[in-house]
């Protein structure tokens, strides 16, 4: 197994933990297209959860980048904004 495949999966199992460890917690995940480690998170939330997908984005691209970020974060107020 190459080392870019085990930090990927060591990290895909570190966010699955994290999900666990906020259970109780309203959580939402963003994500782009091709990111297997947060649907994980995700799928270990409880609810209230949410699942956004942001076509086209990266996951460095919901950092910076404004025709990803805006739209993200239009997203996260309103699902916090209802479940806080």
Known sequence: MSLLKATLLYTSLLMANAAIAVQNQPTTVAKGINTIARQQAYNNAKQPKELMIIP?????????????????VDKLTAFFGKNL
């Open 56 to 72: 086209g984005a990266s996951h460095f691209d919901l950092y910076d980048k404004p025709q990803f970020v805006n739209p993200a």
